[in-house]
């Protein structure tokens, strides 16, 4: 804290950004404050009064990691939201096709009921004949990225925090699809900000194995239809979720003096009609 100190005192333009409303011993530092809700289940509850705090205290700018938690904040505050989605950095995760296994099927630990779900997809794939291979992932970045490198389904398992609000963002998810993954997830707030079900992955109501194992046993019984959705997944993710293509809405949310040129480099502009298109 001490160090934190002293680089707002001689740093120019520093920007002073958490997630974490609780985080008082950070905030109470600073006099402007930029935070990015990525947790509605915590803001609505448990940090709701801290939030609150800040709006009547401090210079304040918000942003929600989905549309859900914006429309929250707007209707709560009657202030602007700015709608800045989680990526990952595209230059560490990537697929690798050769080391892929058609029936390997990875998931992680999401809660008390997972392996028991787990369970009951494997047996109904196992009696409608198949030998599926259900891989546990874990452990640190890279031995995630490692693991779902192996797999060609990946399983999201995660019910969500809140039963209304779900996830803020479900990276982990993202995750598995540059890793060359084709997702299947519960329909939880977070994830519908990124699959678009029936396109580059699927959504099932949450908490309902059995339908997870349909949804599994149908993409290996239509031809082709794995490696579909596989490339419209990849194609999605460079165009819109790269650290690149996400700049510009961290430059707009962050107030940074180079967001502008940004922007200029993103869109192409064209006189045909004599109005700007993107």
Known sequence: MKEFREKLKT???VRCVTSWAAAKSFINECDKLYFWDMELAFTEHQ??????????????????????????HMANW????NLLADWVDDEIWSSRKEQRKA??????????YTEQEIDAIRQIASGAGYDFEFQLIGGSEQECLEGMRFCNIFLGMNHGKDPLWGEGFGLTMMEAMWAGCVVIAYDILGNREFIYDGFNGILVPRARPHLMARALLNLYQMPGEIERMREDTLKMLRFCHTSEARWPAVAEFLELGEAQSVLDHCYTRTTTTGLPRK
């Open 11 to 13: 740093e120019k333009n």
């Open 47 to 72: 940090h709701f009064s801290a939030v609150y705090s800040y709006l009547r205290g401090k210079e304040l700018r918000v942003a929600g990691c989905n549309s859900m938690i914006c429309a929250w």
């Open 78 to 81: 009657g202030l602007p939201c």
């Open 103 to 112: 029936y390997r099927i990875g998931y992680m630990l999401e809660s008390q």
